[in-house]
């Protein structure tokens, strides 16, 4: 062989074995090296961008996610995507939960779904790219697409899935694209996740082009409400002006904002070069009032309570009903402190959705003469939960606001509904629910940011995130004297009740029947608190 040809070939085994260092930056998606391809022709390297576009019931059409790279002679690249969440629902069905989209890095075809979801994809596609041969007028690539769609869930609860293969020989001019359907949307999806068709589009080119990037400022009416740009979470919407998305690919992108009940409003916003896009987005309905002193009705959340807006502090209120039900641990459960368990009735009362944040409480400081309280080592974040709060700070918020502390009966009861339920979601710890030791970060986190830590009624946070001040004294044995009607608590003390536990509790200290008695002069850094008002429906009018 001449001389000259061995160092070509050199040159190319040395440029295949440094494929995978060369790809290590694009990470939006994975690509991970295959198993050399037997020679398929002609085929020089060449740069491709594979794009999930979404196609959405509303007639609108934009990137769900996407990535580039080079694709060398004799390699193959392959990726794995992501659409929808669904979760169990009645007689092995499903049911949704956001129409969410993701990529990540796999390891192979048997490798685990490496998301981190509330629920299980709904729509899995694995994609293996190779070259095949190129020339001055197309590119051709050999594609195969693999596509899993849930159908079911089994009686163990894992989600179970149609699986199909297609192979597709495409032909790419240059700076063109090529497109593939992966799903022709049923009523079913549409209803579900809001979309009409998804495609896979496939642009090629001889060199990566020049991104271009634009910006994107977001407002709203919702405070700490949620952000999504296409689909992933990038930041929380604030009340001292637009949140600004940065360095945003320039084409059509999808916004969305969600507020802690999951209510949703979209848009697809056009991004130009080196422009700002500025998007307002509504989600609370119309009122003909603006008082701060009354509550706006919302209408009920997905675990069928009334919840309300509260315009003097921003917060979502949600409505928990009057009855009758079991205080504390049964006999053999539980601390002494938790005894005896007893039957308890409340009038009905209305609940912040969430712990106060920062965000509120600047309001009430700048609206009193308040002293501000000393921050924790964290800061004082808008979206974070307020902590190292005094009982009386506390109590004088939520008397600005229009409400009270709640009694100790009136959170228990909040937390566990009628069937003395452990934790607010039911009788066994699952970790992954709420921000604990045991299942969160070890750190502060904003409101809401766990939508599974729910009691029955839509409260979300009753365990976890921070501890919070109820209105009560606090005695060891007080339930063996406790009244049935109403309790508030012993008449005199020296600590008052804490109740759900902070962010560095186990799951011990988180259970709704747990109580702490804690001097009301404490500034404890996870020490937080949420309001209550009397249900006075006049207000609603």
């Given at each position: 062989?001449?001389?000259?040809?061995?160092?070509?070939?050199?040159?190319?085994?040395?440029?295949?074995?440094?494929?995978?260092?060369?790809?290590?930056?694009?990470?939006?998606?994975?690509?991970?090296?295959?198993?050399?391809?037997?020679?398929?022709?002609?085929?020089?390297?060449?740069?491709?961008?594979?794009?999930?576009?979404?196609?959405?019931?509303?007639?609108?059409?934009?990137?769900?996610?996407?990535?580039?790279?080079?694709?060398?002679?004799?390699h193959a690249l392959?990726?794995?995507?992501?659409?929808?969440?669904?979760?169990?629902?009645?007689?092995?069905?499903?049911?949704?939960?956001?129409?969410?989209?993701?990529?990540?890095?796999?390891?192979?075809?048997?490798?685990?779904?490496?998301?981190?979801?509330?629920?299980?994809?709904?729509?899995?596609?694995?994609?293996?790219?190779?070259?095949?041969?190129?020339?001055?007028?197309?590119?051709?690539?050999?594609?195969?697409?693999?596509?899993?769609?849930?159908?079911?869930?089994?009686?163990?609860?894992?989600?179970?899935?149609?699986?199909?293969?297609?192979?597709?020989?495409?032909?790419?001019?240059?700076?063109?694209?090529?497109?593939?359907?992966?799903?022709?949307?049923?009523?079913?999806?549409?209803?579900?996740?809001?979309?009409?068709?998804?495609?896979?589009?496939?642009?090629?080119?001889?060199?990566?082009?020049?991104?271009?990037?634009?910006?994107?400022?977001?407002?709203?009416?919702?405070?700490?409400?949620?952000?999504?740009?296409?689909?992933?979470?990038?930041?929380?919407?604030?009340?001292?002006?637009?949140?600004?998305?940065?360095?945003?690919?320039?084409?059509?992108?999808?916004?969305?904002?969600?507020?802690?009940?999951?209510?949703?409003?979209?848009?697809?916003?056009?991004?130009?070069?080196?422009?700002?896009?500025?998007?307002?987005?509504?989600?609370?309905?119309?009122?003909?009032?603006?008082?701060?002193?009354?509550?706006?009705?919302?209408?009920?959340?997905?675990?069928?309570?009334?919840?309300?807006?509260?315009?003097?502090?921003?917060?979502?209120?949600?409505?928990?009903?009057?009855?009758?039900?079991?205080?504390?641990?049964?006999?053999?459960?539980?601390?002494?402190?938790?005894?005896p368990q007893h039957?308890?009735?409340?009038?009905?009362?209305?609940?912040?959705?969430?712990?106060?944040?920062?965000?509120?409480?600047?309001?009430?400081?700048?609206?009193?003469?308040?002293?501000?309280?000393?921050?924790?080592?964290w800061g004082m974040?808008?979206?974070?939960?307020?902590?190292?709060?005094?009982?009386?700070?506390?109590?004088?918020?939520?008397?600005?606001?229009?409400?009270?502390?709640?009694?100790?009966?009136?959170?228990?009861?909040?937390?566990?509904?009628?069937?003395?339920?452990?934790?607010?979601?039911?009788?066994?710890?699952?970790?992954?629910?709420?921000?604990?030791?045991?299942?969160?970060?070890?750190?502060?986190?904003?409101?809401?940011?766990?939508?599974?830590?729910?009691?029955?009624?839509?409260?979300?946070?009753?365990?976890?995130?921070?501890?919070?001040?109820?209105?009560?004294?606090?005695?060891?044995?007080?339930?063996?004297?406790?009244?049935?009607?109403?309790?508030?608590?012993?008449?005199?003390?020296?600590?008052?009740?804490?109740?759900?536990?902070?962010?560095?509790?186990?799951?011990?200290?988180?259970?709704?029947?747990?109580?702490?008695?804690?001097?009301?002069?404490?500034?404890?850094?996870?020490?937080?608190?949420?309001?209550?008002?009397?249900?006075?429906?006049?207000?609603?009018?």
């Amino acid at each position: 062989m001449p001389k000259s040809r061995l160092h070509k070939v050199g040159t190319f085994r040395l440029a295949a074995r440094s494929f995978c260092r060369a790809l290590a930056p694009f990470a939006l998606i994975a690509i991970v090296c295959g198993s050399p391809t037997k020679a398929a022709g002609k085929a020089g390297a060449v740069w491709v961008r594979l794009e999930l576009v979404e196609n959405a019931s509303d007639g609108s059409g934009f990137n769900r996610c996407e990535i580039e790279g080079t694709l060398k002679p004799r390699h193959a690249l392959s990726s794995r995507i992501f659409y929808g969440e669904a979760q169990a629902g009645a007689a092995a069905s499903w049911e949704p939960v956001r129409p969410q989209s993701g990529c990540g890095l796999v390891a192979s075809e048997r490798a685990a779904n490496p998301w981190t979801l509330r629920g299980s994809p709904y729509l899995v596609v694995d994609v293996t790219l190779e070259p095949a041969a190129t020339s001055e007028n197309e590119v051709q690539l050999q594609a195969s697409v693999t596509i899993r769609r849930l159908t079911a869930f089994g009686t163990d609860g894992k989600p179970a899935y149609d699986e199909h293969t297609k192979t597709r020989m495409l032909r790419v001019p240059p700076g063109s694209s090529a497109v593939i359907p992966i799903l022709v949307a049923s009523l079913e999806e549409t209803v579900a996740f809001g979309v009409r068709e998804l495609l896979l589009r496939f642009r090629v080119a001889g060199s990566r082009p020049r991104i271009e990037y634009g910006e994107v400022a977001v407002t709203s009416d919702v405070p700490r409400a949620k952000i999504f740009l296409d689909g992933g979470l990038v930041g929380r919407i604030s009340s001292d002006g637009p949140f600004v998305l940065s360095a945003v690919r320039i084409g059509k992108r999808e916004i969305v904002v969600e507020d802690p009940s999951g209510r949703k409003a979209r848009i697809v916003v056009q991004v130009k070069k080196g422009s700002r896009a500025n998007v307002a987005l509504t989600l609370l309905p119309t009122s003909a009032s603006s008082s701060p002193g009354r509550l706006r009705p919302l209408g009920r959340n997905p675990q069928g309570s009334e919840e309300f807006w509260r315009e003097k502090d921003t917060a979502l209120v949600v409505r928990i009903p009057g009855g009758e039900f079991r205080m504390g641990s049964a006999e053999g459960e539980g601390e002494q402190n938790e005894h005896p368990q007893h039957a308890v009735r409340v009038q009905g009362f209305l609940m912040d959705k969430t712990e106060v944040t920062w965000g509120q409480y600047k309001r009430f400081l700048a609206a009193s003469s308040q002293p501000p309280p000393k921050s924790p080592v964290w800061g004082m974040p808008e979206p974070l939960p307020v902590s190292s709060i005094s009982w009386g700070e506390a109590g004088a918020f939520c008397a600005w606001a229009g409400g009270r502390l709640p009694t100790e009966a009136e959170w228990e009861r909040a937390a566990r509904g009628d069937d003395a339920r452990r934790y607010p979601w039911g009788n066994a710890f699952e970790p992954w629910r709420c921000n604990t030791r045991d299942g969160g970060p070890h750190a502060p986190t904003p409101a809401a940011d766990y939508p599974d830590c729910v009691s029955p009624y839509g409260v979300l946070d009753l365990s976890g995130s921070v501890s919070e001040w109820c209105s009560d004294w606090y005695e060891d044995m007080y339930y063996a004297k406790s009244p049935a009607e109403n309790p508030t608590g012993p008449e005199n003390g020296t600590r008052r009740v804490s109740r759900g536990g902070a962010w560095m509790n186990a799951a011990e200290f988180i259970r709704v029947v747990s109580r702490a008695g804690i001097e009301p002069t404490w500034h404890g850094p996870m020490q937080g608190f949420r309001c209550v008002q009397d249900d006075n429906k006049e207000e609603e009018k």
